[in-house]
């Protein structure tokens, strides 16, 4: 009777959490239609699988005398030690070890223990059901006395209270946590699933949460940066974190450009009002103060605003650099109008993550006429790729791996674009600038277009093997200022041009930004070699994807005249 009361306990905890996590009656979730996968949870110590992850931890408990809550707790780990362990008990017993030593926390510290062992391992993705786990064992309690057990069942409604609270809290604190490691596992690894990007969960049927994918806050948390995470260890949340910030700082053709810039137009920024649209680390509007402005206003979405905010104080800046939280659309700023607009806002290809978009509304609503915006003026290239060694040892590998055909795993090859940082020889014809943006002016609707192109072969090559992609940034002293049709940013200093110019492309010094690389598929078609002097005339399109507006589709077709040399084929950057 007593251990039937403690179920019907449960069951009613466990009813009232299902309540909680019950999202179909919310306002603007109807129109989802659920996913058709089961949630399976694979044992840590065999193939067997179970409905969820409290029945999974019962089996280790019973089955295998190992409880992981309790171990857990023992070691204090937080997420990311837990995730090692997890991985590390999943290696070990694939290598025939069903008892590896879990003695301290140093058998599982290595970064290799971070790499999924099993693939779409759904307990990685359910730690945070493990602390319920821990709430859940302690009401499961037998044989007490009936005085006790009517105390118990007393206490059940504000037990369940407690416990909704501290799902919410795990809940709000793992939902980003989860998107930033996944990414960090993708950009390291790959074989990510793409849903778990997700940090939003949508309604449910049966045992299946579907995941859908909020645009804005996958951007912006892929940038962020959690100064205090509950349980967190400094070492692996600091490394997380840092780096995405830590090697756009380390870019000095890019740093360099804009400190340049402003250092040496002193009196373009002396007592004006600065708008440092989507600031990061902070340090353009460091830079802007540091040379005499009057107030520096810099914005971004992100939590990295926070070490923003630090730095600023830091280094005695306070007193003219506000930090503020939000999306530039939805903050509202301490002035009516700016005399300036600083943003790094360029992505891969220039326009990959849509953040251009957010400068203009700023520009549109805040930039007083005549205002300067920086930089002010950018270009796109586009050049014709061959490197048989490339194809060679990265496509034609796949047909004969000693001798076994594995051309399965070149799925997609063709279809992304690929960032590569190249060097001129691989490119038989000098590049064309195909779309001049001048930010002084440019619209929103002129950021998706279709342009056309023409470019002479100036030697023999084997084959077409694609095209590659780059932009050339250029930072001018006057808004009035014009960058001309033929200009180059690597010879735009040679040439006398006025202000800073940095290009991205094989002409230059590497960037993170590298170049778009464009593989052409020519399928079953053998590729035909071309001769110096013929022209390659096409149409290159940029689109925003429809499943995200970050994303872009880049379509071009492309007609090598006088050779049956022809194609048209879409990639795409996610």
């Not at 990510?192 to 969960?201: E, K, N």
């Not at 990295?304 to 630090?310: D, G, H, S, V």
């Not at 180059?488 to 800073?500: N, S, T, Y």
């Not at 925003?544 to 005249?561: H, M, P, Y």
């Amino acid at each position: 009777m007593l251990q039937k009361s403690t179920e019907e306990a449960d069951q009613s905890n466990c009813s009232d959490l299902s309540d909680l996590l019950n999202l179909e009656d919310d306002e603007g979730w109807g129109d989802i239609e659920p996913d058709v996968e089961n949630v399976r949870v694979v044992s840590l110590f065999e193939n067997e699988t179970f409905p969820d992850i409290h029945s999974m931890l019962r089996h280790c408990r019973t089955r295998h005398n190992f409880d992981l809550v309790k171990l857990r707790n023992e070691l204090d780990l937080d997420y990311l030690e837990t995730i090692k362990l997890i991985n590390y008990i999943r290696f070990e017993v694939k290598r025939g070890n069903q008892k590896p030593d879990l003695s301290t926390k140093a058998m599982f510290d290595g970064e290799q223990y971070l790499k999924p062992v099993l693939e779409d391992d759904t307990l990685l993705y359910s730690l945070d059901d493990i602390t319920m786990e821990q709430n859940l064992q302690s009401q499961d309690i037998v044989d007490i006395e009936p005085n006790v057990q009517a105390k118990q069942e007393s206490n059940t409604a504000a037990r369940v209270v407690e416990l909704q609270e501290e799902l919410k809290r795990l809940q709000d604190q793992f939902s980003e946590y989860r998107v930033t490691v996944v990414k960090d596992l993708d950009r390291r690894w790959g074989s990510v699933d793409a849903a778990v990007l997700s940090d939003t969960r949508q309604p449910k049927e049966g045992n299946v949460i579907r995941l859908a994918r909020d645009d804005d806050s996958h951007y912006f948390t892929s940038y962020s940066f959690k100064g205090k995470v509950r349980k967190m260890p400094s070492i692996g949340t600091w490394l997380i974190h840092t780096e995405i910030h830590e090697t756009m700082l380390k870019d000095t053709v890019r740093t360099n450009a804009y400190r340049d810039f402003i250092y040496d137009h002193k009196y373009l920024f002396h007592g004006k009002v600065v708008l440092d649209v989507g600031c990061g680390t902070g340090i353009l509007s460091m830079f802007c103060a540091k040379v005499g402005a009057k107030k520096v206003i810099a914005v971004d979405n992100s939590d990295i605003i926070n070490k923003a905010r630090e730095s600023v104080y830091e280094n005695g800046l306070g007193e003219i650099v506000t930090c503020l939280h939000g999306k530039i659309e939805e903050v509202t700023l301490p002035c009516t109008n700016v005399d300036i607009i600083v943003s790094e806002w360029m992505g891969y290809c220039l326009l990959y993550e849509a953040m251009l978009d957010s400068v203009l509304w700023a520009r549109n609503h805040y930039l007083v006429n005549g205002g300067l915006m920086i930089p002010n003026h950018t270009t796109l290239h586009v050049a014709p790729f061959t490197d048989p060694d490339y194809i060679a040892d990265h496509i034609s590998f796949w047909q004969s791996v000693y001798g076994f055909k594995m051309t399965s795993m070149m799925a997609h090859i063709y279809d992304e674009v690929m960032l590569r940082d190249l060097t001129s020889s691989v490119l038989p014809a000098d590049s064309q600038s195909f779309l001049s943006l001048s930010l002084q002016s440019v619209n929103k609707d002129d950021l998706t277009f279709a342009k056309s192109f023409t470019m002479e072969l100036k030697e023999d090559i084997d084959a077409l093997d694609g095209f590659v992609l780059w932009f050339d940034a250029f930072f001018l002293p006057s808004p009035n200022d014009v960058v001309p049709a033929c200009a180059r940013a690597e010879d735009w200093v040679r040439v006398g041009g006025k202000g800073v110019a940095f290009t991205t492309g094989p002409g230059g010094p590497e960037t993170h930004w590298r170049q778009g690389v464009l593989l052409i598929d020519h399928g079953q078609e053998l590729a035909q070699p071309l001769r110096k002097g013929q022209a390659i005339q096409g149409e290159i399109e940029y689109q925003r994807r429809k499943d995200n507006a970050r994303e872009l589709d880049i379509k071009i077709s492309w007609d090598v005249q006088g050779t049956g040399e022809k194609g048209q084929q879409v990639w795409f950057m996610r």
